[in-house]
T-cell receptor, first 110, second 112 residues
Framework: DTEVTQTPKHLVMGMTNKKSLKCEQHMGHRAMYWYKQKAKKPPELMFVYSYEKLSINESVPSRFSPECPNSSLLNLHLHALQPEDSALYLC?????????FGSGTRLTVV | QKEVEQDPGPLSVPEGAIVSLNCTYSNSAFQYFMWYRQYSRKGPELLMYTYSSGNKEDGRFTAQVDKSSKYISLFIRDSQPSDSATYLCAMSAGPQGGKLIFGQGTTLQVKP
């Protein structure tokens, strides 16, 4: 299994909602990542988990809360988001020898 | 100055042409270099990975890294309409758990 699976594929949420994005990999990678991508822009790093511990937080607002329950799973909890947070949220796993990205969750905040 | 510079294009070529995509970078600590292909509304897909300087070939794709010039390239031979996508260069200083820095991405259109 060489995939990174993200759910849901699409999500529409109001500014007062709480929702979670999920990511799963079974490649044995010990580093997992959350990226945010706006239209016609490259992915921007949000968080890095290494060996299930948060190692990098790129000054992301607290309305985004990551969680790594085990070495295969990565969650991103969302609360009180703003319309400008609408974007494609990408999960990745791997090392600098080759990261594998999921297909992403397309999030729309209304 | 951005750490990684990539011309966003768009680049339009006829089917069968050789395509050359390039990135320059400023951080001499980068050791790991990647090219990703991204179709519209999909996640990036790893095409090529190179460690340090040198060339690497995989089918129609060739990646080159020149660390002395801080310049990397991706060549696509016999380009096909299915190659139409955005190509992102990416690089990292460390092997695991570090930041992967992306270029802006170049949009490529291959016309039949």
């Amino acid at each position: 299994d060489t995939e990174v699976t993200q759910t849901p594929k699409h999500l529409v949420m109001g500014m007062t909602n709480k929702k979670s994005l999920k990511c799963e990999q079974h490649m044995g990678h010990r580093a997992m990542y959350w990226y945010k991508q706006k239209a016609k822009k490259p992915p921007e790093l949000m968080f890095v988990y290494s060996y299930e511990k948060l190692s990098i937080n790129e000054s992301v607002p607290s309305r985004f809360s990551p969680e790594c329950p085990n070495s295969s799973l990565l969650n991103l909890h969302l609360h009180a988001l703003q319309p400008e947070d609408s974007a494609l949220y990408l999960c990745a796993s791997g090392t600098s020898y080759g990261y594998t990205f999921g297909s992403g969750t397309r999030l729309t905040v209304v | 100055q951005k750490e990684v510079e990539q011309d966003p294009g768009p680049l339009s070529v006829p089917e069968g042409a050789i395509v050359s995509l390039n990135c320059t970078y400023s951080n001499s600590a980068f050791q790991y270099f990647m090219w990703y292909r991204q179709y519209s509304r999909k996640g990036p897909e790893l095409l090529m990975y190179t460690y340090s300087s040198g060339n690497k070939e995989d089918g129609r794709f060739t990646a080159q890294v020149d660390k002395s010039s801080k310049y990397i390239s991706l060549f696509i031979r016999d380009s096909q309409p299915s190659d139409s996508a955005t190509y992102l260069c990416a690089m990292s200083a460390g092997p695991q758990g570090g930041k992967l820095i992306f270029g802006q991405g170049t949009t490529l259109q291959v016309k039949p």
